[in-house]
């Protein structure tokens, strides 16, 4: 098992930059692959992105491609999600998750389904003011 704790959000303005941290403990980090979510108020949890168990792979949902970047430091037992250009509509709670298995599944379905992932952290606000 592993747990998770995410860090780093806060209020942010438009056009800035925040990165998130997510803290893993309890087991070899290395042999989960990672996702970052998100959820804005009535809304449905949302993918973000995901790495691999070793950093060498990433995937990352449409909206944010180019402006987000998913990175790792298994040394550290940590992943982290710099996020560029910020923009309103990237406010939300957002929650790293994990599941054993440090390959990246081959179907998109799979990577971003919330069901796939079996460790989540409590969240981290991130809340960009127009």
């Not at 990175?71 to 929650?95: C, H």
């Amino acid at each position: 098992q592993v747990q998770l704790v995410e860090s780093g959000g806060g209020l942010v303005a438009t056009g800035d930059s925040l990165t998130l941290s997510c803290a893993a403990s309890g087991s070899t980090f290395s042999n989960y692959r990672t996702a970052w979510f998100r959820q804005a108020p009535g809304k449905e949890r949302e993918f973000v992105g995901i790495i691999s168990g070793s950093g060498a792979a990433t995937f990352y949902a449409g909206s944010v491609k180019g402006r987000f970047t998913a990175s790792r430091d298994n040394a550290k037992n940590s992943v982290y999600l710099r996020m560029n250009s910020l923009k309103p509509e990237d406010t939300a709670t957002y929650y790293c998750a994990a599941v054993l298995g440090a390959v990246l599944p081959p179907s998109a379905r799979s990577r971003s389904n919330p069901t796939s992932y079996h460790y989540w952290g409590q969240g981290t606000q991130v809340t960009v003011a127009s």
